[in-house]
């Protein structure tokens, strides 16, 4: 019988019809070895893909050796990472060759980060010998179940080294979905857990324990574990609040500004999450944000484009909008301030809350956090963190973002070394890309 974990994990993805929100909260517990590396240093991964039409950014990772490529959904609002699993496997989307295969490294109950993945209500394992099993259930009905297991991560590290750490993960071998299916093989959870890959990194002395990411509007962007690629000016820093569990990363009060006013909507908690495509607030934030919106396009030439089922809310021009540019003259900048920080404000100009269509309307990207079970809580999803450096710092309990070049990944001293994307790679408004040598993930047929 498997010793079923439930994690409060939203996941709604928006690609063609759906919406994307992930959000977990657990206890875990690290692995103890250490590495002989006595250095701390970096890692910088390319990302793939966008808010809209793919839902998703995402980032490639080897494992095993010899090594194999598997695509994750980048989540800093869950901290467990797991890859569709030849176990066999019943509900994964990919070729079985593509799914990954376990080789005798079913980490068992005996082993300390086994205990990650169980909590009280759990049924307890019932034999130190017996394997760790893991289950996540979404908040759309989907769901992983799985198994913890250990293999090498083949990683090139910011100081010139690469090395191969073996680090626990889930092995999913019964996925359902609610839903259009998720096109990546699985999810890399960013969050502190103890269970997730930026813990066992820190734990082992290779990195510190800081992530962050840079997400660009036209599509792709980076990922990096460490903190050599931490600019040291121009970053906001707002504190993370303590809360049950290290799984995600939480922050506030904030208070909302519309067009440099202040809206009367104070005191919100802010999550920012990586796993989700769009921006969350709790129902009277976004009955306000919705009120102000309409009410300032009165007089300017939009309508309601009541038959765009994309998202909730849409609107119709002249003609055709064919990027957000075309569109934002018409919409009034956000701001989220931060009382407890000094001069901590998170600038939402219209094109970090606003997508196009594939039918050539604007669409509004924040939606009803309190329909999708987030109570009180608001999420600061992707569409609000694009063009922007965000950082999460353990080792400072502290959450950072400044303006950045995301098309670009930069060296260690803050200069930007390497195109990630070709100008005529970019993705145009539907996320078809130019050229056929494009990277994955941005390609949308």
């Not at 010899?66 to 066999?88: E, H, N, R, Y």
């Not at 100081?159 to 073996?166: A, H, Y």
């Not at 939480?250 to 909302?256: N, R």
């Not at 990630?420 to 890309?433: D, E, R, T, V």
Request: hydrophobic share 35%; aromatic share 10%; charged share 20%.
């Amino acid at each position: 019988m498997n010793r079923i974990r439930f994690i409060v994990l939203f996941f709604l993805s928006l690609s063609a019809d759906f919406f994307r929100l992930s959000f977990s909260a657990a206890k875990h517990q690290p692995p103890t070895k250490k590495n002989s590396v006595s250095s701390r240093t970096s890692v910088i991964l390319p990302v793939q893909g966008n808010v809209y039409p793919l839902g998703y950014y995402s980032v490639s990772l080897k494992i095993g050796n010899p090594p194999k490529v598997f695509d994750f959904d980048i989540d800093s609002g869950s901290d467990l990472t797991w890859v569709q699993c030849d176990a066999p496997c019943t509900g994964c989307t990919k070729p079985r060759d593509s799914l990954y295969k376990p080789k005798n490294n079913v980490l068992r109950c005996a082993d300390p980060i086994c205990s990650a993945v169980q909590y009280p209500g759990n049924q307890p394992c019932n034999s130190p010998t017996e394997q760790c099993d893991y289950k996540v259930d979404y908040a759309d009905h989907g769901s992983s179940l799985g198994v913890l297991v250990m293999d090498s991560f083949p990683l090139k590290f910011s100081n010139g080294s690469t090395l191969g750490p073996r680090l626990a993960f889930g092995c999913g071998y019964d996925q359902e979905y609610h839903g259009t299916p998720p096109p990546t093989a699985g999810v890399i959870g960013l969050g502190n857990g103890k269970a997730g890959i930026l813990s066992q990194l820190t734990q082992m002395g290779l990195t510190r324990n800081v992530v962050g990411h840079c997400l660009s509007e036209r599509g792709g962007g980076y990922l990096f574990f460490g903190d050599d690629f931490v600019p040291s000016s121009g970053i906001s820093w707002i504190p993370i609040l303590a809360k049950p569990s290290e799984d995600y990363y939480l922050s506030g009060p904030a208070e909302l500004y519309f067009g440099g006013k202040l809206t009367g909507l104070k005191g919100l908690d802010v999550i920012f999450d990586s796993g989700s495509s769009y921006t969350y607030l709790n129902s009277q934030s976004y009955d306000a944000v919705v009120s102000l919106v309409t009410k300032s396009l009165i007089g300017k030439p939009l309508k309601n484009a009541t038959d765009d089922r994309s998202l909730p809310l849409c609107w119709r021009g002249n003609k055709a909008f064919k990027t957000v540019q075309d569109a934002k003259t018409f919409f009034t900048p956000l701001v989220l301030s931060f009382t407890n920080a000094k001069k901590a404000q998170l600038q939402m100009p219209p094109e970090s809350y606003l997508i196009v269509s594939k039918y050539g309307n604007v669409c509004l990207g924040i939606l009803n956090g309190s329909e999708v079970g987030l109570g009180n809580l608001n999420i600061i999803g992707d569409i609000s963190m694009q063009g922007k450096m965000v950082i999460y710092d353990n080792e400072k309990k502290q959450i950072g973002w400044g303006p950045a070049n995301c098309d670009r990944l930069p060296n260690v001293e803050g200069e930007y070394v390497e195109d990630i994307l070709k100008p005529s790679c970019a993705a145009n408004n539907f996320g078809i890309a130019a050229e056929s040598n494009c990277p994955s993930g941005l390609l949308f047929e």
